[in-house]
């Protein structure tokens, strides 16, 4: 079976000690986190996790309920096949001498990045997007050499009014044909 | 009225209805243990091994369904519950083990005896805590105590300061859990028992596979309700047995490595199997891509995480075994099957796999017969892990749950003794055997202490074949007869019971065994046999690693003959 990207999205109880929970069964499961972003939710004492892996769909939907059986994980879901904004927050410095400051800034403004540092020989920028718009400016800025990169990782949310589906009560899943049976 | 940390466990522990613990002190519970005697209705029954803690309290829990309880000091005695956790986790068993912690502020400064036994446990509990502050401590072990035995019971782990023992806080009783990310199915959804039906009243050849979870949901009078109105032939895993009655006219014992040929037959040619609280283990399927080819197959389990792991399933049912077969029962046709039944029948003919070898030889398969014969089959029997405790599945009949206790998912060597304990402390009033290999006993032999001091009256019977039996069986079949590494040389297991203060009589011929098992159960307290059984002895029916389930290996022929078995009615 083909691997793609999964978006999974948790709320999980704002305690010491979950996130470890919740990375550890990944880890039992020889998954590679893609990207993991952890922060407050609209409901007090629930953190919003959202994880981004590579696999399978059969192994992710193992990974997912294995993680719905964690007391500490009050709800999650795998939105990867709904339509949703992904975004993403990376901080970026970049070397800049006066002959290349302008057109680093012309850069980030096609971006719609925001300079948030200058010093003499750098510049630090701020870019929001999803994965493609990210990486497309960082390759331009590559040419000006780059000293620095901090990424938060993706946040990710279902478009519309409905917001994340409830948790999916569907187990059927019909059995594979297998060979040399 | 304020109260201590220690005062305040122990009126949650009596809350939850614990009348007896497993344990061992330590710095860190000093405080716990000052304050226990303030509690007579607490039992606490001191080990001599923190690993037997953590076994009794699984084998309490086998036998008598409650939550069983173990403690251990922090550090050390920590670490040495965490085979018994580990074992309680993969055969689904409802404990809650309490370790001590240093004081709250050297948590992380890598103080005397400390560890972090919440981190090790992580993946072997169902959940776990920590008790940082007196005032939650009430609160903590009422939760536990409710996720260890509801949905599918585990292992809970309470972490607990020296100081947060001796801290005050006032004693709040939690009137109610809440756990909003906790969620146990329930009945089984409408649309899929339906389908389920269907597919039950249209097979030919449909067959049960029972385990474990029968047992857990009580579900075993339901379990033979649905099999009978639907006349579906029942087989069971290791951990199944007893959850159906062996000598029940559609019982056909125990599939899988070990299983019996008839069994693993029945699984290779039925059409639909209905797996009922088992999780396809590796032990069970045999290769995977020969599991069942010609089936459909329904599983039905509490936990969603099991549907599909292992083997896809045409239709899952998620929710608690007993209500689901109730509900299954009224919707399934009455049915003969005739011809399948008779062709099953024709199988347990030709594969008499449960026959004994005739002879003057020390059998252990006929000893276990002989136990069963004694106890008439009203012993709970708890076994370790080897070649006895096959053979215990194998020639002890069970017809009642809870009555077969054994380490499945784990095979932890070293579970039988004090598992057995556990049960009897249970279950004072049953008899209690404890089918043991010298291999594995020696992994906790030093419980036969407990035993003395606690007057727990557990009957021992080591198969004593001078080997690690099962590595052996493998050696000889697989590997060439290099025995290596398997060889024991045992100790004269009868003066150590003597040594322990303990009654013990050694079996070397056949004709001693029924006297010496009817000795050791008209002794008062705790006995020792040590039966000198013949030394390269094999379990059989054998699937090979990695083989489907019909390859297996038989007896060799001319070595069998007829050993009566019990007829079923």
């Known amino acids: 079976m083909a691997t793609t990207k999964h978006t999974l999205v948790a709320l999980v109880n704002d305690k010491p000690g979950v996130l470890n929970r919740v990375v550890s069964l990944f880890r039992r499961r020889g998954f590679n986190i893609d990207s993991i972003a952890v922060g407050h939710s609209e409901v007090q004492h629930l953190s919003r996790v959202t994880i981004i892996v590579n696999g399978t769909t ?26 949703n904004t992904t975004r993403e927050l990376a901080l970026v410095k970049v070397k800049a001498t006066s002959a290349t400051r302008s057109e680093i800034l012309e850069i980030a403004d096609i971006f719609r990045a925001n300079i948030v540092d200058v010093a003499s020989d750098t510049l630090t920028i701020e870019i929001t997007g999803d994965e493609d718009k990210i990486e497309s400016m960082l390759k331009l800025l590559k040419t000006f050499g780059i000293k620095e990169i901090a990424r938060t990782g993706r946040v990710a949310m279902v478009r519309g009014t409905l917001g994340a589906p409830p948790p999916e009560d569907k187990p059927v899943r019909s059995r594979v044909k297998r060979e040399n049976a | 009225m304020k109260k201590t940390g220690a005062q305040i466990l122990c009126e949650s522990l009596i809350a939850e209805g614990v009348d007896v613990m497993f344990g061992f002190p330590g710095g860190v519970l000093l405080p716990f243990y000052d304050t226990l005697p303030q509690y007579p209705q607490i039992r606490h029954i001191l080990v001599r091994h923190e690993q037997g803690a953590a076994h009794a309290a699984d084998g309490y829990a086998r036998a008598t369904g409650k939550v069983g309880v173990c403690m251990a000091t922090s550090g050390p005695g920590a670490t040495n519950l965490v085979t018994g956790i580990a074992n309680a986790y993969l055969d689904s068993v409802p404990m809650v083990a309490i370790t001590g912690q240093v004081v709250r502020e050297q948590i992380g400064k890598d103080a005397f005896q400390e560890i972090d036994i919440t981190g090790i446990t992580l993946p072997i509990t169902k959940h776990s805590y920590v008790a940082m502050d007196t005032a939650h401590l009430a609160k903590i072990v009422h939760e536990a105590f409710y996720i260890a035995r509801t949905g599918r019971p585990g292992p809970v782990l309470i972490d607990i300061p020296k100081d947060v023992f001796t801290d005050q806080a006032e004693l709040t009783v939690p009137s109610r859990v809440e756990l909003p990310g906790y969620k146990i199915p329930s009945q089984g959804h409408p649309a899929q028992l339906k389908n389920a039906a269907k597919l039950i009243n249209e097979a030919k050849k449909p067959l049960i596979i029972a385990g474990r979870g029968v047992i857990i949901s009580g579900a075993s009078s339901a379990l033979r309700e649905f099999a009978e109105k639907a006349q579906v032939p029942v087989i069971t895993t290791l951990l199944g047995i007893g959850c159906f009655p062996e000598n029940h006219a559609l019982s056909y014992g125990m599939a899988g490595m070990h299983g019996t040929g008839y069994a693993n037959k029945a699984m290779e040619s039925c059409d639909l199997l209905i797996a009922i609280g088992m999780r396809f283990d590796d032990r069970v399927t045999g290769k995977i891509s020969a599991f069942a080819p010609h089936a459909k197959i329904i599983h039905i389990d509490l936990d969603p995480a099991e549907i599909g792991k292992n083997v896809p399933v045409d239709i899952p049912i998620v ?224 699937v090979p690693p990695g083989e489907s389930n019909v390859n297996f290996l038989e007896q060799p022929k001319k070595e069998v003959s007829a050993w009566q078995r019990r007829s079923t009615p």
């Open chain 2, 319 to 542: 929710g608690d075994v007993k209500p689901v077969l109730i509900s299954l029962q009224k919707l399934v046709e009455n049915n003969s099957r005739i011809s399948w039944l008779r062709q099953l029948d024709e199988w347990r003919q030709q594969h008499p796999m449960l026959d004994i070898k005739d002879g003057d030889k020390l059998l252990p398969q006929r000893i276990i017969r002989e136990i069963y014969e004694a106890t008439n089959g009203d012993a709970i029997v708890v076994t370790g892990v080897g070649q006895h405790q096959m053979w215990a599945a194998q020639h002890y009949f069970f017809d009642k749950p809870d009555t077969f206790i054994s380490s499945g998912g784990l095979g932890t060597m070293g579970f039988g003794l004090p598992a057995a304990m556990g049960a009897k402390v249970g279950k004072p009033d049953k008899t209690v055997w404890c089918i043991d290999g010298d291999g594995s006993i020696q992994m906790t032999i030093q419980e036969l202490a407990t035993l003395v001091q606690d007057d727990i009256a557990v009957k021992i019977a080591i198969m004593n074949n001078g080997y690690l039996g099962m590595v052996r069986q493998w050696q000889d079949l697989f590997y060439k007869k290099n025995y290596v590494a398997t060889p024991l040389s045992c100790p004269d297991f009868v003066k150590i019971a003597e040594a322990y203060c303990m009654a013990g009589i050694t079996v070397t011929k056949r004709e001693e065994v029924r006297p010496a098992i009817d000795k050791a159960m008209a002794h008062e307290g705790p006995f020792l046999v040590n039966f000198m059984v013949e030394p390269e002895e094999n379990v059989y029916p054998m």
């Open chain 1, 58 to 83: 059969y192994t992710v939907e193992q990974v997912r309920k294995q993680l719905d059986k964690l007391i500490d994980v009050v709800k999650i879901f795998d939105i990867t096949s709904e339509k």
